[in-house]
């Protein structure tokens, strides 16, 4: 397998600490093994192709749908020291836009670090309060468009865990070290070289507003931090989630956000931290899951408003205007056929209208069977097979913005294949 000399140096380094923590591990006992991974072969009926995915953006229905490989694993050594609980985590990860690694041309594919950090509770000055730094995830997704529509992740410091009475409170720093390409859609050039981007998050959760069901309140600002004479892009962003246990045998969550300038609507970094205040997005998300009996699944509802400079890049190629109204609605279901055998049924249809341009539509059906632990929707592994059929229009398969390259000259196309699937 060929990878280059950096990504394989990163694996290399990557192994020496997870084996530095096991040997940590061993002497105490308690490690912690968790990790996930997807990936299969497939085909498809386009010409030319070796496989195809279908969506629009970067959402898409991943059933049947996901044209790469991918798997993160992570050891974690929780101990105990003059009364202080810590807690080491290391995750390392794998990926490949392809079956093989040597596919790719692209030096960030392959391995990684994707989280190390640490994290402390009980020290004398705050004992119910957790501290942590390092390189952490903060996120919550619905998995069926393995989307984070909350994704405060990155190399940072915090502490959460105060009570407040009504609820808990945290507060976070980020530093992003990407340097900045463009201020309100045009390219910056200078020579002195960029800091990257700092964010600070606030966040209140855990409160209480019905039974079985809480909030959580996030505050983010964000700020590029240049040299070179080039000003820093300021944002900010809010993030309102509700989120429902025992909503038939599953749950319910629940987005409203708005983001602009630097601040990214996922809470995150935005275009690397270069886009000024006339950036503005604004998103609804509702997601309910269940399981009734043998029928379980999760359904999505989403709608997002982005506005844009005029002199930022159009959104579309079929389109002058970089502003937009994108929404989709889909959902998956599973029924358990046997207890180890499942049917799996996914549809799924996203909509993307460019101000100024045609709208770009696209319809994706998965269906198959899969084998399992057990019958339930969130039962993991599952060694699946599925046929998929796409349906989009001509705007959709004209716009190569759309990263899916459609074949221009049809607007259907079927893929076939295996994926597997497994989180533990």
Same mark, same amino acid.
């Given at each position: 397998m060929n990878t280059t000399p950096r990504t394989t140096a990163v694996f290399?380094?990557?192994?020496?600490?997870?084996?530095?923590?096991?040997?940590?591990?061993?002497?105490? *006992? +308690?490690?912690?093994?968790?990790?996930?991974?997807?990936?299969? !072969?497939? %085909?498809?009926?386009?010409? $030319? #192709?070796? /496989?195809?995915?279908?969506?629009?953006?970067?959402?898409?229905?991943?059933?049947?749908?996901?044209?790469?490989?991918?798997?993160?694993f992570q050891l974690a050594q929780a101990m105990k020291a003059d009364g202080v609980d810590f807690n080491a985590v290391l995750m390392?990860?794998?990926?490949?836009?392809?079956?093989?690694?040597?596919?790719?041309?692209?030096?960030?594919?392959?391995?990684?670090v994707? *989280? +190390?950090?640490?994290?402390?509770?009980?020290?004398?000055?705050? !004992?119910? %309060?957790?501290?942590?730094? $390092? #390189?952490? /995830?903060?996120?919550?997704?619905?998995?069926?468009?393995?989307?984070?529509?909350t994704n405060m992740s990155g190399v940072g410091a915090g502490i959460e865990n105060i009570d407040v009475g009504f609820g808990k409170f945290g507060v976070a720093g980020y530093k992003n070290d990407s340097p900045a390409q463009y201020v309100d859609g045009e390219h910056i050039a200078t020579t002195g070289g960029n800091n990257g981007v700092g964010r600070l998050h606030a966040q209140l959760y855990d409160i209480p507003v019905n039974p079985d069901?809480?909030?959580?309140?996030v505050a983010t600002y964000s700020r590029g931090d240049s040299q070179g004479g080039i000003k820093g892009q300021d944002g900010f962003g809010?993030?309102?989630?509700?989120?429902q246990d025992k909503f038939f045998g599953g749950g319910n969550h629940i987005w409203l956000q708005y983001a602009e300038g630097s601040?990214?609507?996922?809470?995150?970094?935005?275009?690397?931290?270069?886009?000024?205040?006339?950036?503005?997005?604004?998103?609804?998300?509702?997601?309910?899951?269940?399981?009734?009996?043998?029928?379980?699944?999760?359904?999505?509802?989403?709608?997002?408003?982005?506005?844009?400079?005029?002199t930022a890049p159009p959104v579309s190629l079929l389109s002058t205007s970089p502003s937009s109204?994108?929404?989709?609605?889909?959902?998956?279901?599973?029924?358990?056929?046997?207890?180890?055998?499942?049917?799996?049924?996914e549809v799924g249809y996203s909509s993307l209208k460019p101000s100024g341009g045609p709208n770009e539509n696209v319809t994706k059906v998965t269906i198959g069977p899969a084998l399992s632990t057990g019958p339930d929707f969130w039962k993991r592994p599952e060694l699946r097979l599925y046929v998929t059929y796409a349906d989009y229009n001509k705007a959709a398969a004209e716009d190569t913005n759309n990263n899916y390259g459609f074949p221009a000259n049809k607007t259907s196309a079927v893929s076939y294949g295996a994926q597997l699937e497994i989180w533990f």
């Open positions: 290399r380094a990557a192994v020496v600490c997870a084996a530095g923590l096991a040997g940590v591990a061993t002497s105490a *006992q +308690a490690v912690d093994w968790t990790g996930y991974m997807r990936g299969g !072969p497939a %085909a498809t009926d386009v010409s $030319g #192709k070796s /496989r195809q995915c279908y969506g629009i953006g970067e959402l898409k229905y991943r059933l049947g749908n996901e044209c790469d490989f991918y798997g993160e390392t990860n794998y990926y490949s836009p392809a079956t093989e690694s040597d596919k790719s041309a692209n030096p960030a594919d392959n391995f990684g994707e *989280q +190390a950090y640490v994290e402390m509770k009980g020290v004398d000055i705050a !004992p119910q %309060a957790l501290f942590w730094m $390092g #390189k952490r /995830r903060d996120r919550d997704d619905v998995h069926i468009v393995d989307t984070f529509f069901g809480k909030l959580r309140l809010f993030n309102v989630e509700h989120t601040t990214d609507i996922n809470q995150g970094i935005s275009d690397n931290g270069a886009h000024g205040s006339g950036y503005k997005v604004w998103r609804v998300v509702e997601s309910p899951s269940w399981q009734v009996g043998s029928f379980g699944g999760q359904a999505i509802l989403m709608y997002q408003h982005n506005k844009a400079p005029d109204n994108y929404w989709t609605v889909g959902g998956r279901g599973s029924w358990g056929l046997t207890k180890n055998v499942k049917w799996l049924t």
